[in-house]
């Protein structure tokens, strides 16, 4: 059970969210100073915090400090009557998950503990242990998926490295952890990398590990992402974001398998499998200097193209139906389908979202159902009045789009990951956004 820590000193504000919580089947603590909030930071360990910003004696942004040097997983969740953009940068920056404004929102509360405990349960994983649920991976029955199917049981069982590629949303993860639980490889980890979120300053501690004094923060020993996976794979996420530096680091790493903590003399022995996915052009990159030639032959000994859903169409309804029945679950109701109209709108649309798109639409058409089908009145109208952009389709007007980005980025000093959050967008999305609107990031790693 996931444990929850409030602190607020609007004592009636704060158990009302207790209760919330509770409701909803989390282990919930709540005090109401700053001095109690200390004591019970340093004596207990918490998946998810949520903070007032504004508190007598004590800021939010002091207590960010102080809950992540005690434990550095714990996800932090602040909550203001003060919501601008600097404040929540600010709050971002100190290492806050993410923001939420007061007054609170039943359905935003929910869903920003979900996705807060999704990071939690993203962290790098102690050897022998896995998140993976088989039952969150479907693999379709139309030829494509069926293709993938094949190609994945060809090259799980052997050592080879694997670059899967595919536009965002397209399930490349899940297609990445099946490689794993098919593979000699299976009992032990399976850690998964975010190669765009890790900030450039950190990326060796990250991937090679530290030892305690070697930099500024750095309080206590660091088991990095190489050594948390030898023995099983590692995966790589959008591999394309890594910096030209990083990718020298990563390819001697490869070529000598093992690795030097920062700040140690030591190498350390690892064997891992590398699967490493991308959403973009990995060659166009090679041929602008920006992806070296000889890194890309060490993650592409085989290529998987994942298909976008646009082309999986005789599976849409098999996933429709698939998520519709995790939705049930998760929201602990009984809907039973779709309308054949709203049927008909799913085949029609061409999912640019692919199928992180269609998951969280078919959740929330989910929770705004109230029969045992799910109606026109539940899910998006752009699915069915869209806009077409140079032939492609487009949930949103254009130019309003490229206004919001440019302000979000100028705001977070043109860090994307901050951007993402303050647009309330994940970093993927952001990611497709610049490049469909040919947004330029000056100066960013990130």
Partial sequence: MASILIIDDDVTFCMMLKTLLEKSGYQVTSVFSPVEAKRIIESRRFDIVFTDLRMPDISGMELIRLIKNKEP?????????????????????????????????????LNIVQEALEQVNDEPLEKGTTHWNASAYLEGIGRPSQRLKEYIELVAPTPMSVLLVGESGTGKEYAARFIHEKSKRARRPFVAVDCGAIPSELVASEFFGHVKGSFTGAISDKTGYFEAASGGTLFLDEVGNLSYNTQIQLLRVLQEKSVKPVGSNREVPVDVRIIAATNENLQEAQDKGDFRNDLYHRLNEFQINVPPLRERKSDIMVFANFFLEQANEYLDKSVAGFEKDVEQVFLDYPWPGNLREMKNMVKRATLLAR???????????????????????????????????????????????????????????????LKLYNINVPGKDM
């Fill in 371 to 433: 029969g045992e089908m799910i109606t026109w009145k539940e899910i998006p109208e752009e699915l069915y009045t869209r806009k077409s952009i140079d032939g492609e389709f487009a949930l949103f007007n254009k130019e309003d789009e490229t206004q919001a980005i440019q302000k979000a980025l100028e705001a977070a000093d043109y860090n994307k990951s901050e951007a993402a959050r303050l647009l309330k967008i994940d970093r993927k999305t952001l990611y497709n956004k």
């Fill in 73 to 109: 997983k714990t996800q932090i969740i602040m909550m203001t009557g003060y919501a601008d953009i600097s404040t929540a940068i600010e709050s971002i920056k100190k290492g806050a998950f993410n923001y939420i404004p007061k007054p609170l929102n039943r359905d935003e509360v």
